[in-house]
């Protein structure tokens, strides 16, 4: 899963891949969640750097009600050295 993760964010957010869009900022929070749980901080931390440190996108924002836990961007962003 790990390599998968990689790839397709590699993929998605390689110079020319894609179009900006208003669905961007979930995307990139999304691959960075993903990489960060992979274990692939170095990568994760490029997405978190753009983020910055509060997203209402995707599984960062505070009001998930499936489990991701409020504060988790936080504990990603130190995890990953941001």
């Known amino acids: 899963v790990r390599a998968e993760v990689r790839s397709a964010a590699g993929r998605v957010f390689a110079p020319g891949a894609h179009k900006v869009s208003m669905l961007t900022p979930m995307a990139r929070a999304w691959f960075a969640w993903a990489l ?7 990568m994760a931390a490029e997405h978190m750097r753009i983020i910055g440190t509060r997203t209402y996108w995707g599984p960062f924002r505070p009001n998930l009600p499936f ?3 409020p504060g988790s961007l936080g504990q990603a962003r130190r995890q990953c050295g941001v």
């Open 67 to 69: 489990g991701l836990m």
């Open 36 to 42: 960060w749980k992979c274990g692939e901080q170095e």
